[in-house]
Nanobody, 118 residues
Framework: QVQLVESGGGLVQAGGSLRLSCAASGTIFGINTMDWYRQAPGKQRELVATITSGGSTNYADSVKDRFIISRDNAKNTVYLQMNSLKPEDTAVYFC????????????WGQGTQVTVSS
């Protein structure tokens, strides 16, 4: 069974750091773009950061210069290093990836809660 499993969320004070991980498991022949999204209560899900298979990255303006997305292709894992966290970063963070299995399709992780206290 192909799936994405996230870890690393939690409670942190403003100004602190957290590192999220998302590992793809199952029969996977390759991974294209990997992303992190987040959804705060009462708000729409938004794209936070993207990394291509070649390592090119893109960030939402709200997290630029604070968050870093990276990936380890050997481990089928994507990371999100979150620094200088703000209360407005509080949300459920979701991993998203285009996985090459029998075909190519998008998968979502189950989400991990990040809470930043002021």
């Amino acid at each position: 069974q192909v799936q994405l499993v996230e870890s690393g969320g939690g409670l942190v004070q403003a100004g602190g750091s957290l590192r999220l991980s998302c590992a793809a498991s199952g029969t996977i022949f390759g991974i294209n773009t990997m992303d992190w999204y987040r959804q705060a209560p009462g708000k729409q899900r938004e794209l936070v950061a993207t990394i291509t298979s070649g390592g090119s990255t893109n960030y939402a303006d709200s997290v630029k210069d604070r968050f870093i997305i990276s990936r380890d292709n050997a481990k089928n894992t994507v990371y999100l290093q979150m620094n200088s966290l703000k209360p407005e970063d509080t949300a459920v963070y979701f991993c998203h990836a285009n996985l090459i299995t029998i075909g190519v399709r998008a998968y979502w992780g189950q989400g991990t809660q990040v809470t930043v206290s002021s």
